[in-house]
């Protein structure tokens, strides 16, 4: 039992780049979702998803697409990399209906964008 | 929209008790939660307050007061281990479902 797989776990990109950091779980969370966390910040959520093929937006959404094609996966997308997006991202997944035992989040992905 | 609050920093020693407050302000509540972080790793779950009063789980303990909008972490006899952040956040509905909002943490540090 893996729980929330992120990969990378690092990575430098030049402004205008793109990528897509990974995200995969096998605890047949229903709920996935893109947190990001800088310096002295909570997490702020970008996106997230209720199932396979349902995306919304977060409270930061701009500049990063979703996708969820599969209960397993929810890869994040940066479309056009830029230096605002410096930080850590984190995944993290949970059961839709047992708020009593939390996320659980994956390692983290730490994001410099030069 | 929603915000919380909680201190930045909190200092004790080892064997100590520590409690970190939260206050939240929200629409749509559902319930409180707390996740411990250490330095770059990744945030894991502690507790969760849905309803009034007191949850403890061994040496950690959780309280909420939903008419008060206010919530505690109670962390007793201290160990260097638990030097990290502390994250109150709150469960609520946005959009098209339940989330969490997280607070801005506590940096607790354990003295010998």
């Known amino acids: 039992n893996a729980g929330v797989t992120q990969t990378p776990k690092f990575q430098v990109l030049k402004t205008g780049q793109s990528m897509t950091l990974q995200c995969a779980q096998d605890?047949?969370?229903?709920?996935m979702s893109w947190y990001r966390q800088d310096p002295g910040m909570g997490l702020r959520l970008i996106h997230y998803?209720?199932?396979?093929?349902?995306?919304d937006q977060g409270e930061v959404p701009n500049g990063y697409n979703v996708s969820r094609s599969t209960t397993e996966d929810f890869p994040l997308r940066l479309l056009s990399a830029a230096p605002s997006q410096t930080s850590v991202y984190f995944c993290a997944s949970s059961f839709l209906r047992q708020d009593s035992r939390g996320y659980t989040f994956g390692s983290g992905t730490r994001l410099t964008v030069v | 929209g929603q915000s919380l609050e909680q201190p930045s920093e909190v200092t004790a020693v080892e064997g100590a008790i520590v409690q970190i407050n939260c206050t939240y302000q929200t629409s749509g509540f559902y319930g409180l939660s707390w996740y411990q972080q250490h330095d770059g790793g990744a945030p894991t779950f502690l507790s969760y307050n849905a309803l009034d009063g007191l949850e403890e789980t061994g040496r950690f303990s959780s309280f909420l007061s939903r008419s008060d909008s206010y919530g505690y972490l109670l962390l007793q006899e201290l160990q260097m281990k638990d030097s990290a952040s502390y994250f109150c956040a709150v469960r609520e509905w946005i959009r098209s479902a339940r989330q969490l909002t997280f607070g801005s943490g506590t940096q607790l540090t354990v003295l010998p």
């Open positions: 605890m047949n969370h229903e709920y």
């Open positions: 998803s209720v199932g396979a093929g349902i995306t």
